[in-house]
Every structure is written in C-alpha cells, then in structure tokens.
C-alpha cells in the first residue's frame, strides 16, 4: 500500500491526506458531541432577608355622589332663565337658573294665614285650659273653707239640741199670747217646722228680765234649726262648687290642645318651607358646590308646572278623622286647610346638580379582608391612566350579596385562605380632587395600604409556587443544585410574601422556577 502510495503522483498525495484528516475530524466531532457536558439551565436566584411588609388591598369601585343637590321649585313661578345644561360642569356660585316669583305671592300669603290662624287656635286652647285649671284651684280652696264651716255647725247644731233638751227654768217675764203668736208666725214665714219653732219659743221664755228685739234674734240664730238651714246651704254650695271642678277638669283634658300644637307646628313648617322657597327662587338658583349637572325640568319663558307635583302643605286629614265628632275643633281646622289652596301649593324637581366635591368610589370586600380596612385609610384610586388620592369614609357593619372579585382573592389562594364568599361588606372611599377623568357611573382601580409587618423574613412572590395547596420554593445549596422546599407564608405586597417558615435567613431560592425545573437539578445562577 504504502509502495503504491510513494508511486502516486503528488497531487494525488495531496487529496488524500486531506481526506484522512477529514474523516479524523469527523469521528473527533461525533466523539466529542456524544461525550460532552450539556449546558446548564440558568436562574435568578434571591437571598432570604428580612425586610418590611405593606400589605395592600385592591379592587374596583363604582364612582358615585355622596351628595345629590336638587333645586327644588314651586309650581307656578315663571322661568326667566335657565343658565346650565345637563352635563355641564359647574362651579360654586354659578348661576343655575333665574325667576319671577311675582305669581306666587298670594300663596305665600295663605300659607302665611294658615299659621297664623293655626297659631290663633293653639293659643286659645291653652288659654281654656289656663283658665279651666285657675277655676279648679279657686274652687278647691273655697271647698276646704266650707268644710271647715260645715264641721263648726255640725257642732252647734249638736250643742244646741242639748241645750234644747235641758228643762226650762222659771221665766219671770210672760209674754202674751200675741206676742208668741206673731214670733211663732214670724219662725214659720221664715220655712221651720212647728217643733222647731216650739224650741226657739221655749229658748225665750227661759230668759229672765225684759226681751229685746235682739234677744230675739239671737235665740231665731243659735237655734238648731237655723243652724240646720245654714248648714243645708253650705252643703249645697260644696256641692256646687264640685260639679264646677267636675266642668272645669272636662276643659283641662290637653288632647285639643296637643292637636292645635301639632297642627301649629305643621302649619310654621310649612310657611317657612314655602317661604324658603320662594326666597331661594326670588334670589336665582346658584350652585352650592362644585359638580355636574346630570338633570333639568325646566324652560326659560314658560311657567313651572311639572307632571310630577309634590305637596307643599301637611295632609292633616287623618286629624280631621280623629276630631269628626268635635263639630268645633272641625270647623276649626276646615278652616285653617282653607287658607292654602290653589294649583301653585306644590312644588317639583328643577335642577339636579351631583356634588363633585362629594364623589366617592363604592365596592364590596370579603370576610378575609374586612377587618384590614378601616375608616381614614389612605386610597390610591386610578381611572383613564390618571391617579388620585381618596380615603376609606365608611365600612358597613353587616354583609349583604356580592359578586365581587378582587386581585386579594387570587392572594388567598397562596396564604391558605379559600375565595372570597359571595357575601361582602359595603365599602365607601371619597375621591379627593376629581376631575372630568372620574365619571358617575363608571368603573375606577382602587388600592389601599393596609397592614404593614416590619423586620420579617420576605420571598419574592414569583418565587412561590403551589402544588396540591401546598406552597413551596426551590433552595439553591453550595454546589448549586437545586431542592424543593415547603414553605408557609403570611402576609404578602405587590411583590413579597411574609415567609413564616421552611427557609432560614440567608438561604438561596430560585425566582420564577420553571416548570421543567427537577430535583437535585445544577443550575447556572446569573449575575
């Protein structure tokens, strides 16, 4: 072989060293390639420190008016001027809509009759009953006076019929038959029986000495029997005077005067109302706050009459029920109802301007979640890529039906807790400084710093991941290999979970594994 090679020519030398040194580096290419180490897969790896937590909560909200202004007028004013559209944008102090209030002057003045003569109805009645009571007291003391006189001639009247009783001593004087003739005559004129004219008769012939006109007197009134008449006319004026108490008690019952008070008051409410009203109207509408105007009822040049009407005056029918039978207290209170009348005691909706000062952002929360939000907590809320600062103003105490859902619900799937139930709590965050960007009706981001946990072992959230509810990470040791390694987390932010347990401080872990990723597999960590 090699005689015939040295024959060859030196191309032909040539061609075939450069063959053999061919197929050598072929069977080099293939030994190397079946025998050579396969590149590591590489990582991002994260050291275990300890650092803080701030946890936060976020959702969507529903912006609303916490405060709805309605400029309320009264049926029959014309419409001068109506300075706003709907949907326009409104400051305080601009003028909404201007009015003659001209037409609706002689209403104002039966509303104002109306008090008055309700006011007018009150006052006597409490005057009644002023007078009722003043009598009952006067007639009480005048009773307690003669119940001390019928007990004196109770007395008398017993001493008297002793005295009576008692035989009479030798009288020195006679009268004469005429004489005990015209005293008997005179005692009978005067209504007493024959006994007890026969007493007084036998009380003077008792008497010594000469009998004087006054002697006569005295014996007619410290007789029993006058004492009895006396005391029959005390006992008739006691009675008297407890049927009066009786009358009198009737006139202090307060039932008319609680319903003339009633009646008064409802009557001023309804004057001042109507008198607020008008004044408001007779001055032009001016914006009371800042926002949007979202409705309007009215037309310059044309007369306020809007199909949908409301009251201005109290429906005092069910009194006139209760009083029906009280032919006075009806025809009293018919005629205050008929002071107002007319189709301009009523009043409708003119203007309604949302308060913008007043817009909040409303949403439901969790039970997993309620108890981290608080009233006076600061919100971050975001709507058409701008941001703005808002604060909890009220957390509902009771739960009601929700179909919210939040990013913290897919949170809890990691900290162990289950979905949110479908009850949630009513939540309200007032947005601070909005602009035409925040819109009624509309969806908003809400975000809220909760709690937060300072000086904690912390795990990147990417670096977690979870296996039949567990939760694990993969520890990288000092040859680089890599472990899956249960692990309990708490709290969690945007990017970190609390790490409670299952790696030290200082250990290495993997961020966002892949999920070809194996046990005890080398991998190359990048800077």
Avoid: C
């Amino acid at each position: 072989m090699f005689k015939n090679f040295k024959k060859m020519s030196k191309g032909k030398k040539a061609g075939i060293i450069l063959a053999l040194v061919a197929v050598i580096g072929l069977l080099g290419y293939v030994v190397y390639n079946n025998f050579k180490k396969a590149p590591l897969n590489q990582y991002n790896v994260t050291e275990v420190k300890k650092g803080d937590i701030q946890t936060t909560y976020e959702t969507k909200g529903t912006v609303m008016s916490n405060s709805t202004l309605t400029y309320t007028a009264l049926n029959g004013v014309k419409v001068l001027s109506v300075d706003v559209a709907v949907g326009d944008s409104v400051k305080k102090g601009d003028v909404l809509a201007t009015f003659d209030v001209s037409p609706l002057t002689s209403t104002l003045a039966g509303y104002r009759k109306a008090y008055t003569k309700a006011q007018s109805a009150y006052n006597e009645s409490a005057s009644s009953i002023k007078k009722a009571q003043s009598e009952i007291s006067s007639a009480k003391s005048q009773i307690a006076a003669l119940d001390g006189e019928i007990a004196a001639l109770e007395k008398e009247i017993e001493a008297a019929e002793a005295n009576a009783s008692q035989p009479a001593a030798p009288a020195d004087a006679q009268y004469s038959q005429e004489q005990i003739a015209g005293i008997a005559q005179s005692l009978q004129n005067g209504g007493m029986s024959e006994e007890e004219i026969a007493g007084i008769i036998s009380s003077l012939q008792s008497q010594t000495g000469n009998i004087t006109r006054e002697d006569i007197e005295k014996a007619i009134s410290d007789s029993a029997a006058t004492k009895r008449i006396q005391l029959t006319q005390k006992q008739s004026q006691k009675q008297l005077l407890e049927t009066q108490i009786t009358l009198y008690g009737a006139q202090t019952d307060d039932t008319a005067l609680s319903i003339y008070k009633s009646v008064m008051e409802q009557k001023k409410a309804d004057y001042d109302n109507y008198l607020d009203l008008y004044n408001r109207m007779s001055d032009g509408w001016v914006a009371e706050a800042d926002g949007i105007i979202t409705e309007i009822n009215l037309t310059a040049g044309e007369v306020f009459n809007p199909e949908q009407s409301s009251s201005t005056t109290t429906d005092l029918s069910s009194i006139m029920g209760y009083v029906s039978g009280n032919a006075d207290m009806t025809k009293i209170l018919s005629d205050i109802m008929g002071s107002v009348s007319g189709s301009n005691s009523g009043s409708g909706k003119g203007i309604v301007l949302e308060n913008s000062d007043e817009f909040i952002a409303e949403f439901s929360v969790g039970k997993y979640d309620i108890l981290s939000i608080k009233v006076g907590q600061k919100v971050t809320v975001s709507s058409l890529g701008s941001t703005y600062d808002g604060e909890v103003i009220y957390v509902s105490a009771t739960a009601s039906e929700s179909d919210s859902f939040d990013i913290s619900t897919l949170a809890s799937t990691f900290t162990g807790n289950s979905a949110s139930s479908s009850n949630g709590a009513l939540v309200r965050v007032k947005i601070l400084n909005p602009d035409e960007k925040i819109i009624i009706g509309f969806d908003v981001d809400i975000k809220i710093d909760t709690t937060r946990i300072e000086d904690v072992l912390v795990l990147p959230i990417d670096a977690v991941v979870t296996d039949d509810g567990l939760n694990y990470v993969y520890t990288v040791d000092e040859e680089n290999k890599v472990h899956k390694t249960e692990v309990t987390v708490g709290s969690y932010s945007d990017n970190d979970y609390e790490l409670i347990s299952g790696v030290d401080e200082g250990g290495i872990v993997v961020d966002n594994p892949k999920n070809t990723i194996k046990e005890d597999e080398e991998i190359a960590v990048k800077e």
